[in-house]
C-alpha cells in the first residue's frame, strides 16, 4: 500500500520530468483564506483533498467558495481528475453541494482534448465514460492486444479498470512500435475515503522510465492547464493568483513555476495526519501559505 513517504520519494524520483520551480525558504501559517483575501484576486482549488475527499465534501468548504466569491474574488476549480467529461466534472460539484459553474471548472481532460491530433486513439477509460467528447476515432482498450496495436496513439484518462496486465500489453505494444501517449492525469495517486488510489500519472511515469518515447502529461504541474486558467481570468496578474491544493509536487511546484502564490492545504489529503514541514525542506518546495483546510 501507497505511504505518504513512499508517494513523495516517487515524486522526487520523477521531479526531473517536472517542471523546474523556486521558492522561498518559508511558509506563512494562516487559520483561513480569508487572512489573505487582500493579497489575491483569484483562488484556484484542487479538488481531491481541499473540496472533496473521493465522494465526500468537506465540512465549510462549500461555503468558502461563496464567501470568497460574494466578497469579488474570481474561483477557479483545477482538477486532474480525468475521468469524466467537463459537464460531468461539473455535476459532480453540484451532487457535492457547491455552487460552482461550468466556466470555474477546469480539468486535465479538458487540456488533453484541446491538442489531440488526428488518428485512432486507444482510450484507457472508465466504464461509464462514454468518450463523447473525444474530437478523434477511438478504441476502448480491454485485453485485446490487438486493439493497442492498431492504434494511432494512446489517451490515459483514469485507472478504474486498469491492472498490472493490461500495463503489460501496452509496454509490449510500445517498445515494437513507439506512438504518442498522453497521461491525462498526471498525479501519482488520489486520496479518497480508503487511501490512496494510483492514477494515471504513476503508470506513464512507469512508461517514461523505461526509456520509450512521446509519453506525455497534463494536468498539473504541466504548463498547459496553467494556460487554461490564465486564459479564463484576462486581466489578473499572476502574483494575484492563489493556488490551493494538497500536494507539493503537483500543486504548489506547478503554480510556483508560473509565479502564482501557494496555499498547502493539509488537513485532508496527501498530507493528513502528518506534519508537512520535513516534506517541504526535503523538496525545497515552500507554499507561501499554509492551513489545515480553507
Known sequence: MDTVDSIFDRYEVI??????????????????????????????????GVLNVG???????????????DRGHAIRVLSNAASYDHGAAVEKFARLGMNILEHEVITSRDASLADLAPGLWGCIAAHADRLQDI???????QDAPADYDRVDAFLFL???????????????????????????NADLVAPREGGFTREPGHYGHLLADLGLPNISFRGKPFDSVYDLIEASLPGVAPQRIA??????HTDILGAAARQWKTVLVTRDGLFAGVDTTSYCERAKLFPTWRLGTI
Do not use: Y
Not at 135 to 141: D, E, G, N, Q, S
Not at 158 to 184: C, G, H
Open 15 to 48: 521531479r526531473h520530468r517536472l517542471p523546474h520551480a523556486t521558492t522561498t525558504n518559508r511558509t506563512i501559517d494562516i487559520a483561513s483564506l480569508l487572512d489573505v483575501t487582500e493579497e489575491i484576486d483569484a483562488f484556484v482549488f484542487d479538488a481531491f
Open 55 to 69: 465522494e465526500v465534501p468537506i465540512p465549510g468548504a462549500a461555503a468558502r467558495l461563496d464567501q470568497l466569491r
Open 135 to 141: 474530437p478523434a476515432a477511438t478504441v476502448r482498450l
Open 158 to 184: 483514469s485507472t478504474e479498470t486498469w491492472d498490472p496486465e493490461k500495463q503489460n500489453i501496452l509496454e509490449s505494444s510500445l517498445r515494437d512500435n513507439p506512438r504518442p501517449v498522453i497521461i491525462a
Open 243 to 248: 493556488m490551493c491544493g494538497d500536494t507539493l
